[in-house]
């Protein structure tokens, strides 16, 4: 069983890798769970990907409740990851509470939210009553509009600093894992050799405990929108399109239905 911090917690400690791939519905939480992936994330991703927003900022507590519960019901052996959408935990540690226990009823295992320093408080408040927080730390993309878009962070010495004092800040507050995202590999590298906790990277190297990457991008369902961190595992989005044509000239020549 995967679903577990202990597990997490024993693969650290082991040097063990571990695996993470975002998951909106029941289908892909389905196949992710038959792939032996180790822990779903709902990400407040999902406005960018399922919705086709801009970015993340419109996506609501109300909907990663929804889709959380989705993915809950749908496996039984990943740990599920759900993000705190922003606008849900950034007034006070006790709305963040109030939104991480909505999420943790839906059947969420640890709950994520986007910040370094300015977090710790509320990091020390939800571990305090028994919430488990992965904490998000380098590009944030709740932030964007103050970091100015979808940038790598910590490039120069002051900026990779401060990470790594927001992560060893985040880690004493009581955070169960760190999430890095976007950020030189040699800092991740130290970040991950430094903190008793589980680290995962997406696009911050290969010296992370764990990877996470979006489904999509993995799958190739949204060409030319891939993000350079990512790999592309399959042809997704050509094989989908060919298979729904052939569905689409077997209708009209007759061929299917058949008799």
Not at 20 to 43: F, K, N, P, Q
Not at 116 to 141: D, K, Q, Y
């Amino acid at each position: 069983m995967n679903r577990s911090l202990a597990t997490w917690d024993k693969a650290k400690r082991e040097r063990r890798k571990m695996t993470m791939i975002t998951a909106y519905d029941l289908t892909s939480a389905r196949l992710a769970e038959a792939a032996g992936i180790d822990a779903l994330l709902v990400g407040d991703s999902l406005g960018m990907v399922v919705g086709g927003e801009p970015d993340t900022l419109r996506v609501s507590l109300e909907q990663i409740q929804y889709h959380t519960a989705i993915v809950a019901r749908a496996v039984t052996k990943p740990l599920i990851m759900a993000d705190l959408p922003f606008g849900s935990f950034e007034e006070s540690p006790t709305q963040a509470f109030a939104a991480c226990a909505r999420l943790l009823k839906a059947g969420a295992q640890i709950v994520k939210l986007e910040g370094g320093a300015e977090m710790v408080e509320t990091v020390a408040f939800l571990s305090r009553r028994a919430v488990p927080v992965c904490a998000h730390i380098g590009l944030t993309p709740q932030h964007i509009r103050q970091i100015g878009g979808f940038k790598r962070q910590g490039k120069t010495p002051e900026a990779a600093a401060q990470l790594l004092e927001d992560a060893l800040a985040l880690a004493d507050a009581g955070a169960r894992m760190l999430l890095m995202e976007a950020i030189p590999s040699d800092l991740a590298a130290e970040i991950t050799a430094r903190l008793p906790i589980p680290t995962i990277g997406i696009g911050a190297g290969p010296e992370t405990d764990a990877q996470v990457l979006v489904l999509h991008d993995v799958l190739g369902l949204t060409p030319g929108n891939t993000p350079s961190f990512a790999k592309t595992y399959l042809d997704g989005a050509r094989l989908i399109t060919s298979a729904l044509a052939d569905y689409a000239r077997e209708v009209r020549e007759g061929v299917f239905p058949a008799q």
